[in-house]
T-cell receptor, first 112, second 114 residues
Framework: DAGITQSPRYKITETGRQVTLMCHQTWSHSYMFWYRQDLGHGLRLIYYSAAADITDKGEVPDGYVVSRSKTENFPLTLESATRSQTSVYFC???????????FGPGTRLTVL | AQTVTQSQPEMSVQEAETVTLSCTYDTSESDYYLFWYKQPPSRQMILVIRQEAYKQQNATENRFSVNFQKAAKSFSLKISDSQLGDAAMYFCAYRSKYGNKLVFGAGTILRVKS
């Protein structure tokens, strides 16, 4: 299907485990983003990527790792999950200097 | 750094009535975009309306319109003829014209009463 997809949609894990959230887009957008949504904070940028093999930190990058070997994929890894990383995670994509970002459906992650 | 403030955590409106959601922002830039996103219970982020800072005319999309006051750094969303399907979380967001990152407010939950 065309668009931007995220998997899994729901994930429960335990403290200390590694978790990878997947994001795939079919538009060949250059830019991709990861946000986390928490009550009282709205969405906050974790990492973003301007192109394959180019990534940069956002507002809340600690505890997360990203990679982008292909334009269409932008996985987010929690190397050692903590309870404070319980959140809803959104992936988004856009073209350079185009105003709109397109969002995936989100992944609800619970860390026990 | 830019910041976006939504001072109303929750709002309620009667069906068919009009409601206004508030948003203020802080920036030293002159060229930027402002957005309102709707997030229904499905969690999907839906773009409602967009405003370019260089345009003085307020953006409108059907029942949705904005009141953009650049000098006051205010960007409110007016929903006319409210419908049950308008019930959602609404986020105000800012983007520099020459950047690519969105800065979001904390959100306002809108409840629509029948």
């Amino acid at each position: 299907d065309a668009g931007i997809t995220q998997s899994p949609r729901y994930k429960i894990t335990e403290t200390g485990r590694q978790v990878t959230l997947m994001c795939h887009q079919t538009w060949s957008h250059s830019y991709m983003f990861w946000y986390r949504q928490d009550l009282g904070h709205g969405l906050r940028l974790i990492y973003y990527s301007a192109a394959a093999d180019i990534t940069d930190k956002g507002e809340v990058p600690d505890g997360y790792v990203v990679s982008r070997s292909k334009t269409e994929n932008f996985p987010l890894t929690l190397e050692s999950a903590t309870r404070s990383q319980t959140s809803v995670y959104f992936c988004a994509s856009s073209e350079p200097l185009e105003p709109e970002q397109f969002f995936g459906p989100g992944t609800r992650l619970t860390v026990l | 750094a830019q910041t976006v403030t939504q001072s109303q955590p929750e709002m309620s409106v009667q069906e068919a009535e009009t409601v206004t959601l508030s948003c203020t922002y802080d920036t030293s830039e002159s060229d930027y975009y402002l957005f309102w996103y709707k997030q229904p219970p499905s969690r999907q982020m839906i773009l409602v309306i967009r405003q370019e800072a260089y345009k003085q005319q307020n953006a409108t999309e059907n029942r949705f319109s904005v009141n953009f006051q650049k000098a006051a750094k205010s960007f409110s969303l007016k929903i006319s003829d409210s419908q049950l399907g308008d019930a959602a979380m609404y986020f105000c967001a800012y983007r520099s014209k020459y950047g690519n990152k969105l800065v979001f407010g904390a959100g306002t939950i809108l409840r629509v009463k029948s």
